[in-house]
């Protein structure tokens, strides 16, 4: 009983090695979202496990081999990797400015049209203040003022 059993899971096993292997290999050659040594370091683990299904498929005859269960895990995990950083939007560049082509500004805003007796009360408003002003310097300049009577 045991060795049919055996053969299942030994052929289970390769079978999910080729598969993890060629996935892990795609995510470091598709997703362009991560950073190049992530997807070096995830290439060589997908050809690490490409290998290993290889080395048992054609040369493993007999023995004892090992079954790693991140070969079951590890695919599942940089896939899911890969969608939420091709999921997250890059933020927007500016548009490149083509050369010979003037870049139009935009037009300023139109002054608001102030009416006659609007004018009258903002130039009476603005002498009012430098009065103020004049009256308040004399006032310090007369207090500071050593000289004396002449």
């Known amino acids: 009983m045991c060795s049919w059993w055996g053969k299942y899971v030994f052929g289970f096993y390769v079978v999910m090695l080729f598969v993890s292997g060629i996935v892990v ?3 470091a050659l598709v997703a362009s979202g991560l950073n190049p040594g992530r997807r070096v370091v995830n290439g060589l683990i997908g050809t690490a496990f490409l290998g290993y299904g290889i ?3 054609v040369f493993f005859h007999s023995g ?3 079954i790693f269960l991140w070969v079951f895990i590890l695919p599942i995990s940089l896939l899911a990797d890969a969608v939420r950083t091709a999921e997250t939007p890059a933020p927007q560049q500016p548009a490149a400015r083509r050369p010979g082509i003037p870049r139009r500004r ?10 006659a007796a609007t004018r009258e009360r903002m130039a009476a408003a603005k002498s009012a203040q430098l009065e ?3 009256t308040k310097h004399a006032a310090k300049s007369d207090e500071f003022d050593d000289r004396g009577p002449l």
């Open 25 to 27: 290999i795609g995510v």
């Open 132 to 134: 103020a002003l004049r």
């Open 106 to 115: 935009p037009a300023p805003a139109p002054a608001p049209r102030r009416s």
């Open 55 to 57: 080395y048992l498929a």
């Open 64 to 66: 004892e081999y090992r």
